[in-house]
C-alpha cells in the first residue's frame, strides 16, 4: 500500500477502484465489503466514494483514533 510523504495531503475519499486498488482486491471484494459494512460509503454525484481512512483501517495500517465519529 502506498503510504503518503507528510508534505502530501491523501485523499479524503476515493472510488471503489482506487480502494481494490489499495487493498490488493478486486471490485467484487470491495463491492462484498461495502455490502457487509466493513467500508462505509458515501453517495456524491451518482458515485459511490469510501473514505481513504476506513480503507487504511481495514488493511490494518492505521486505526481509529476515537471510538466513535460524530458528524455534524
Known sequence: MRV???NEVPPVLVTEEEAARLLSVDGATVEDLIATGELPVKRLGGKRL???RS????A????????EI???
Open 50 to 52: 469510501i473514505p481513504y
Open 70 to 72: 460524530v458528524e455534524l
Open 60 to 67: 490494518g495500517v492505521a486505526r481509529w483514533k476515537f471510538q
Open 4 to 6: 503518503h510523504p507528510q
Open 55 to 58: 480503507v487504511l483501517v481495514l
